[in-house]
């Protein structure tokens, strides 16, 4: 039976330069080098639309020539919590974003019989109530590690999660809309589905195993 979820939730950000990078990331042949830049510029792209809609604010600034009257981000906090350890690599490229964005961490390995996820390690910022929460990891499978993570994030007080992944499957889209009635998603591809060991397919393999090697 066909995966449904509602789509009004899911942002496929689909920019040339995303789907051309995202063409090289996937493509066996591209090394830990390069795939990890990628992954990080992937996350600057995704990160663009995922704060889309952060209030400004006005502000006068002196120029050579005169007064501009411009806008800043008005005081919105940010945290950015990547799902250990396939998640780190996408967070430089959002500190570059928003260098002052604090970081939490939210340790998770998928078991490899069961596709279950099982929790290792958190830790959040202490006022992760007052904060918008990008919940960052490049793979979206089964969605069992990030409803698991939205789920930890709701229960330390977090209202405003917001989650970007970079290859997803129906299956996982689904079941995050189905877990967390509020959380949108980003992703720059949907892809056909997943295989007898939960993985996408076509997808990219082994995110953390690539971004840091230890295949
Ligand atoms: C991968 C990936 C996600 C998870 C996705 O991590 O980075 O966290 O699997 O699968 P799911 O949607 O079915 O839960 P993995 O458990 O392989 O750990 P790693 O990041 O340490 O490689
Ligand atoms: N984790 C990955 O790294 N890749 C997949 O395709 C599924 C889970």
Known sequence: MAVTYDASRVTVVDHPLVQHKLSILRDTATGTKQFRELVSELAM???????????????????????????????????????????????????????????????????????????????????IEQRTCLLVDPMLATGGSATMAIDYLRRQGARDVRLLSIVAAPEGVAAVCEADPDVPVFVCAIDEGLNENAYIVPGLGDAGDRIFGTL
Do not use: W
């Open 45 to 127: 792209f995704e990160g663009y639309e995922a704060m889309r809609d952060l209030p400004l604010e006005d502000v006068d600034v002196p120029t050579p020539v005169g007064v501009a009257h411009a806008k800043r981000i008005a005081g919105r906090k940010l945290a950015i919590v990547p799902i250990l350890r396939a998640g780190l690599g996408m967070v430089d490229g959002l500190t570059r974003l928003v260098p002052s964005a604090r970081v939490g961490h939210i340790g998770m390995y998928r078991d490899e019989t069961t596709h279950e996820p099982h929790e290792y390690y958190c830790k959040l910022p202490h006022d």
